[in-house]
Antibody
Framework: QLQLQESGPGLVKPSETLSLTCTVS??????????WGWIRQPPGKGLEWIGS???????HYNPSLKSRVTISLDTSKNQFSLRLTSVTAADTAVYYC????????????WGQGTLVTVSS | QTVVTQEPSLTVSPGGTVTLTCASS?????????PNWFQQRPGQAPRALIY???NKHSWTPARFSGSLLGGKAALTLSGVQPEDEAEYYC?????????FGGGTKLTVL
């Protein structure tokens, strides 16, 4: 059974960089059948796709966040990571990682999510 | 900026049938947008229900079905159960980019 687990600081100061890691167990992130994505959800609001990465390292980002986002892979640790720079209170959200299945054109497995609050 | 629109809220009686829809600001939704549907209960992560318009995951209850309806993607729940009360999100694929709808809060009453 595939499992994804987000980890990282729960509190980030304004203007600093948010960094999260998603650890994948029960499957390899080096498989060519999947992308690995980040999605966030501000408190009380809907889901927003942040971006996705393929095992080759190619990325797709939400145009509204593209200038501040970097998603990367660490295949040796079976992890992928999110960096979001110059954060503001508007970046306060639950951040989820998820697997995108190429053949299905959809996300199937999701992590439980981690709340990141941006505050001084 | 592409916008994906869902009904903000719907109410259905237990045992009833309800259809949720998902529209794109770019025009009619077709199978080429590979519509996905997700269920999210309070305090939980989203759970995938439908992918590529009509396909169910192994864990998706049979009462959930996906389709295209009048230029929109649609999710139909037949024989609604109390545990179906949740927020439902659609997702559309725009050639590498992904956009979620704003969500529909489904109340079972």
């Amino acid at each position: 059974q595939l499992q994804l687990q987000e980890s990282g600081p729960g509190l980030v100061k304004p203007s600093e960089t948010l960094s999260l890691t998603c650890t994948v167990s029960g499957g390899s992130i080096s498989s060519g059948s999947y992308d690995w994505g980040w999605i966030r959800q501000p408190p009380g609001k809907g889901l927003e796709w942040i971006g996705s990465i393929y095992y080759s390292g190619s990325t797709h980002y939400n145009p509204s966040l593209k200038s501040r986002v970097t998603i990367s892979l660490d295949t040796s640790k079976n992890q992928f990571s999110l960096r979001l720079t110059s954060v503001t209170a508007a970046d306060t959200a639950v951040y989820y990682c998820a697997r995108w299945v190429h053949g299905n054109f959809g996300f199937d497995y999701w992590g439980q999510g981690t709340l990141v609050t941006v505050s001084s | 900026q592409t916008v994906v629109t869902q009904e903000p809220s719907l109410t259905v009686s237990p045992g009833g049938t309800v259809t949720l829809t998902c529209a794109s600001s770019t025009g009619p939704v077709t199978s080429g947008y590979y519509p996905n549907w997700f269920q999210q209960r309070p305090g939980q992560a989203p759970r995938a229900l439908i992918y590529s318009t009509i396909n169910k995951h192994s864990w998706t209850p049979a009462r959930f079905s996906g389709s295209l309806l009048g230029g929109k993607a649609a999710l139909t729940l037949s024989g609604v159960q109390p545990e179906d009360e949740a927020e439902y999100y659609c997702l559309l694929y725009y050639g590498g980019a992904v956009v979620f709808g704003g969500g529909t809060k489904l109340t079972v009453l």
